[in-house]
């Protein structure tokens, strides 16, 4: 009996900017990201995650933008929010709110001309007892500003300190639970994505 032919590649592949709001070496967060790469990569084709690494950026700072351009950290960044299809954000909770790496680049990208506007994007958090929520709701109030639309559901609260262990210490996802969480999210994310996609392509 012949093996059964495998389904064709998808017609569109979403790049996804993934970014990590925690500059940690071991971070959780940075850990959800990966194993997002890794969830893509084995079983959702057509979503490929790009991490994007925020830690050269300077602080806002507007004196640094001479002659109407940007550092060259900077620039760098915004290049790669604007190839992007979507987004994935990782962030902590600190003090109830964002983290300040994650407000920071949210901030140098939305420099005129804004580089987020009118895309798809999803959150994740890993933090303590709330998993990350207070964070996500204020990164939500952020994207209504910039024009991102963020799916609704599922959402990811990563409760990390708490049995059972969900991270090894070098921040590896290893609890499968949340890693069918992240998986349904990132389904979320590409669903809602090519649908906004859809919509612009019908308007124009």
Known sequence: M??????PPPKTVLRVAAISGSLRRASANTGLIRAAAEICRESIPGLQIDHVDISQLPLLNTDLEAGGG?????????????AADCFLFASPEYN???SGPLKNALDWGSRPPNCWADRAAA????????????????????GVFLDIHFINKPEVFTKAHLPPRKFD???????????????NMLLSLQEFSLRLQGKSKQGN
């Open 2 to 7: 012949a093996a059964p032919t495998p389904p």
């Open 70 to 82: 940007f550092p060259p950290a900077v620039e760098a960044f915004r290049d790669r929010v604007r």
């Open 96 to 98: 109830y709110s964002i």
């Open 123 to 142: 959150m994740l958090s890993a933090s303590g007892s709330t998993g990350g929520s207070r964070s996500q709701y204020h990164i939500r109030q952020v």
């Open 169 to 183: 210490a070098d921040g590896n996802l290893i609890d499968s639970e949340t890693k069918e969480q992240v998986r």
